[in-house]
């Protein structure tokens, strides 16, 4: 079954600093991976996918994310940090059903220390 | 377009009560999903609807019914609500196999 891991339930970084947010999934067939940000009292919002092709994925809000199949890895990154960019964010992975199902993992919160 | 709504946006019930809750899509979405979301647990999928007239169980079905009204709607309903059931609920929506568009969420407190 297809599973999702974040590592880390919280992340502290400066303004400036570089934002990793790591997230490794099992997957039994190739899959389809997201990145989702949450932003307080909202719904979720897409930051960025891969589905095939180049396994170098950039986002919105200046975010990216590779996808490293050896590792079975898709951490998300930013050159810089923003206040702004305080939230939740959310890895996911396609079921392998093909139903469009997402298993998702169980969050990363953000913290952007001036 | 409004894109995924749901209403009501807060909602407090009794142990006990009943109710519904509504999520709707203007975006042409074949699948519907509703969620859940607790502290540390991430989303997690109580039902979906893989297209109109069909609903299926997923991680948390227990406590909870669906319809699929139509292709637009797709509506929660708690039976006999329970203090477990205290959550954010999320309704989202997609086309094929890609990005799910989430609405603004529903919070519910049982008491």
């Known amino acids: 079954a297809q599973s999702v891991t974040q590592l880390g339930s919280h992340v502290s970084v400066s303004e400036g600093a570089l934002v990793l947010l790591r997230c490794n999934y099992s997957?039994?067939?190739?899959?389809?991976l997201f990145w989702y940000v949450q932003y307080p009292n909202q719904g979720l919002q897409l930051l960025l996918k891969y589905t095939t092709g180049a396994t170098l994925v950039k986002g919105i809000n200046g975010f990216e994310a590779e996808f490293k199949k050896s590792e079975t890895s898709f951490h998300l990154t930013k050159p810089s940090a923003h206040m702004s960019d305080a939230a939740e964010y959310f890895c996911?992975?396609?079921?392998?059903?093909?139903?469009?199902?997402?298993?998702f993992g169980q969050g990363t919160t953000l913290q952007v220390k001036p | 377009n409004a894109g995924v709504t749901q209403t009501p946006k807060f909602q407090v019930l009794k142990t006990g009560q009943s109710m519904t809750l509504q999520c709707a899509q203007d975006?042409?979405?074949?699948?519907m999903y509703w969620y859940r979301q607790d502290p540390g647990m991430g989303l997690r999928l109580i039902y979906y609807s893989a297209s109109e007239g069909t609903t299926d169980k997923g991680e948390v079905p227990n406590g909870y019914n669906v319809s699929r009204l139509n292709k637009r709607e797709f509506s929660l309903r708690l039976e006999s609500a329970a203090p477990s059931q205290t959550s954010v609920y999320f309704c989202?929506?997609?086309?094929?196999?890609?990005?799910?568009?989430f609405g603004p969420g529903t919070r519910l407190t049982v008491l």
């Open positions: 996911a992975v396609s079921d392998s059903s093909n139903t469009g199902k997402l298993i």
């Open positions: 997957s039994s067939v190739p899959p389809y």
């Open positions: 975006m042409n979405h074949n699948s």
């Open positions: 989202a929506g997609q086309q094929g196999a890609g990005e799910q568009f």
